[in-house]
């Protein structure tokens, strides 16, 4: 196929053979790959200018999203891309064998640094998702530090560069620029640019930026980044938003509300609420609006049907129309696996490149997968228009990410996402914060809060 780069996108490829370090913040959906790959064709080809690429990207577009992307386009043909990916041994092979673009899943960073330190062979790294790489205490973050100084080009891919807030910019930025912009030091870029925000006398839990620090940053780094939104270079069908609202049985209305309580009211007892333990909280509770639940040993108890009724109601309003389903916890996917048992529909959990192929070919009613393992890079837009969410979790990133597996560049009808939502429970407080598309950590602690402030007021009016 004939590629015929729109304007935004020629500009982002000059960008990229121009500049040894970019940033390309582009939208979900504007090309990011074929962009970089026709980047590093010309690099590598017309200009001699780089040899070995290594390409870091999440596991599942490591082993399919670049290679089918480069065997798509006919400008692409020369470049050679080798998977280094599975046991320890074929990963080993695949580092002896001849290419010119490297695709290893992030978990493998670590490993392939150790492996190829005092040898390292990549002149240019491109990272897929840059946002995996926003925490600098992570040890893949510090593998790449050791090498930096032997890498030519660096690029980082990402939609989403802050997820969580202007905190998570450094990391990524000192991976392009070794500290030039931003600060050698996070404890520097942090007392620049943020105060204190949520805290005991112990700990601070959080930081907010200092007033006009946004400002101050993006312009430290616009030399180095390209920033572009898909609203403003594609015409893609609208997306819609529905939520289905499910009402919880009295009995199980009252196990949830029996399990909040005694949680809550123990959690209340530290004194001190953080984020480790309003994210344990929250999971358990989440799991109870699902309808099951993990005990101590990871035994599940189901506890109602409420949510996969729902769930079977809205299958069966799709009339025929393939889904999209994403789930939170091992135990929905078992359940929803059950509960369709029976259906003559064609039902498929995403594993494999094949699963993928399939249901682009219109092949899978019903594709089941977790947004951690699938939020990235895949493109499944041929095969569907509807998301349903069965289960909510608290991360903005991986959720709006998901989405954009279907409402991105080749999908031809309006794409609906649907929300089974729980009333009274956590459910809502999840879509709450989602929508509000701001810091979502402090809206769990925010949503904690107020919960653990009704429970005392019960507990006052009943003295």
Request: with cysteine; hydrophobic share 40%; glycine share 4%.
């Amino acid at each position: 196929m004939e590629f015929k780069p729109h304007g935004y996108q020629q500009y982002c490829i000059d960008r990229m053979i121009s500049d040894d370090k970019l940033g390309l913040m582009l939208d979900m959906g504007l090309g990011k790959t074929v962009i970089t790959l026709s980047a590093i064709a010309d690099l590598k080809y017309n200009r001699f200018l780089v040899n070995k690429v290594l390409v870091i990207a999440p596991k599942k577009v490591a082993e399919a999203t670049w290679s089918k992307e480069a065997e798509k386009w006919d400008h692409l043909s020369l470049l050679k891309i080798v998977p280094i990916l599975g046991p320890l041994q074929k990963r080993i092979k695949a580092l002896n064998t001849p290419g010119d673009i490297f695709v290893i899943n992030r978990e493998n960073v670590v490993w392939l640094v150790e492996h190829t330190r005092n040898s390292w062979p990549f002149d240019m790294v491109v990272i897929d998702e840059f946002s995996s790489f926003k925490s600098h205490q992570a040890k893949r973050f510090k593998a790449l530090t050791w090498v930096r100084n032997h890498i030519k080009r660096f690029v980082g891919l990402t939609g989403t560069p802050t997820p969580n807030g202007l905190m998570d910019l450094w990391a990524q930025i000192y991976l392009l620029d070794q500290g030039e912009r931003l600060g050698k030091y996070i404890s520097h870029y942090r007392e620049r640019y943020f105060d204190p925000d949520q805290r005991n006398r112990e700990h601070i839990f959080s930081y907010m930026p200092k007033i006009g620090s946004e400002e101050s940053i993006y312009k430290k780094i616009s030399d180095i980044c390209i920033s572009m939104k898909a609203e403003d270079y594609l015409q893609l069908p609208d997306i819609t938003y529905n939520t289905v609202p499910v009402i919880l049985d009295i009995k199980a209305m009252k196990d949830y509300e029996e399990l909040e309580r005694q949680m809550i009211l123990q959690l209340d007892d530290d004194k001190t609420i953080d984020v480790t333990s309003a994210a344990a909280l929250s999971n358990k509770l989440l799991q109870l609006a699902n309808g099951a639940i993990y005990d101590e040993n990871r035994e599940v108890h189901e506890v109602h049907k409420c949510k996969i009724e729902a769930f079977l109601e809205l299958i069966e309003k799709l009339n025929g129309k393939s889904a999209l389903v994403f789930y939170n916890f091992q135990h929905d996917l078992d359940r929803i696996l059950e509960a369709l048992k029976k259906s003559n529909l064609r039902i498929r959990v995403l594993k494999t490149v094949e699963d993928q192929d399939a249901w682009n070919r219109g092949e899978i009613d019903i594709l089941l997968t977790h947004p951690a393992s699938s939020a990235y890079g895949l493109n499944l837009q041929e095969g569907g228009n509807h998301v349903i969410w069965f289960g909510l979790n608290w991360s903005l990133e991986l959720y709006q990410q998901a989405n954009k597996r279907l409402h991105r560049q080749g999908q031809k009808e309006k794409v609906i996402v649907h929300h089974l939502v729980v009333q009274n429970t956590r459910d809502e407080d999840v879509m709450k914060a989602l929508n509000s598309k701001g810091d979502v950590q402090d809206a769990l602690l925010e949503s904690l809060k107020v919960r653990i402030e009704k429970y005392k007021a019960v507990q006052r009016n009943g003295r």
